[in-house]
């Protein structure tokens, strides 16, 4: 029993460790498919961010310097959560670093792949001469072989002692001449066959060293892409930590609030002919990722992140009127404030006032493309566009925020005329919102996680 023991242990060690020699192999072979892929940002399976972690691991493992800079990274943590700020500024220019060095390494990989080809040719050119070298030398070898089987220990003189006469003579010592001739010519053409040969063997030596050297600048350009890219992840992580309480430093209340009200009266009676919704509708039609409440690092985060690519459509999650809308954010970053009238950091936002089997709530959408958030004052069914995805404000890729909030049960028409402009519903902001959350038994007004009704 024990021996089986100790044979099964013995296979799983070295399955674990051909493993990680073929992973190894794997991200030494396809780096730029795992550079690409670790750079395509969010939406990424648990799989693929596994594999990330490993491809990050090994380049990270290259050399000590490496290392040690990271982990100089992780020991800034402290000073990077009291400047966040500025530091959310200074990786502003990471992307743009990250694209030069990618696509230097890009550049690099098919040189290498042009060198790499040259070798080839080389070695081939350097077989095809040494085996017309060794045909030549065969040729004499042979020669001098069968020479010494016929004429003894010395060819030549009984080669012309076996004369009958002077003509004979005369013959023979021609054909000596000649044999000796060739011999002298074949050898001069081997000469100059070793001569090309050590040229091309020099310049091929030349070539892997060239191809050493190109290697050798990918991986410390991939290494320079690693630190950037972990030093935007502590700074990101340490921004999440405190993106709640930034953005409750911003804007509370919708600075277009008179036009809203004056709006929302004109259309009142449209209003009140929205029928209710028999269900919630997906707001993106993509996975969830980053979930409500707090982020996976850290973090209070009052919404869902719907991760997918920029002008994937954006749904009314029920009928009901766009209650406010704001537009004119360009592309963001990490840090960026922009929101127009509405959230700040939020970018291009629409909010959605709607009844859902008999209910009221209100659905909060940032980070919109520019121009697409439909406008204030639209009457939509579940189902209908009114946005599409973008990376607008304060966001680190294409993504679509969505918060929920029950506001028990008023109608649509009641609301909408005398809404405050309070952009958190009366349901807070910050940490201060996680005591309003309904599954908590809080009452309206309060905040549904998303995933409960959307599901994952």
Known sequence: MRKGLKLLLIIAILLINIGEVNAEDDYATNGEYYEELCTSGNGLTEEQKAACEGYRAYLSSQTASMQEQLA?????????????????????????????????????????????????????????????????????????????????????????????????????????????????????????????????????????????????????????????????????????????????QGNKIATDISAINEKMNAISAELGNVVASAGWTRPVNCSIYEGTWHYSSGGVHLGADFSTSIGTPIVAVGNGVILKSSDGCPAGYLGNTCGGSGSTGGGNQVYLLTNINGSLYAVKYLHMLAGTPIAAGTIVNAGDKIGEVGTSGNSSGPHCHVEVFYLGTMSIQEYATSWNGDLSFGAGWSSAALNRLCENGVGAPCRVKPESVFGG
Request: charged residues 35%.
């Open 72 to 248: 100089q990274i992780e020991s800034q943590r402290e000073e990077i959560a009291a400047n966040i700020q500025e530091y959310a500024e200074k990786i502003r220019d990471y992307d743009a670093q990250i694209e030069t060095l990618n696509s230097q390494i890009a550049s690099l990989n098919n040189e290498i792949l042009v060198v790499q080809a040259q070798i080839e040719e080389k070695q081939a050119e350097i077989d095809a001469k040494q085996a017309e070298i060794d045909s030549l030398k065969g040729k004499i070898e042979d020669r001098m072989v069968a020479s010494q089987s016929s004429m003894r220990l010395n060819k030549y003189i009984d080669l012309l002692m076996g004369a009958k006469n002077l003509q004979d003579l005369l013959r023979r010592a021609n054909g000596i001449k000649t044999i000796t001739e060739y011999d002298q010519n074949t050898m001069d053409e081997i000469k100059v066959l070793i001569d090309e040969l050590n040229a091309i063997q020099a310049q091929l030596e030349s070539d892997k060293a060239e191809l050493e050297v190109m290697k050798q600048e990918v991986v410390d350009k991939q290494q320079q892409v690693v630190y950037l890219r972990e030093e935007a992840r502590v700074v990101k992580e340490e921004y999440m930590k405190q993106e709640a309480a930034l953005e409750e």
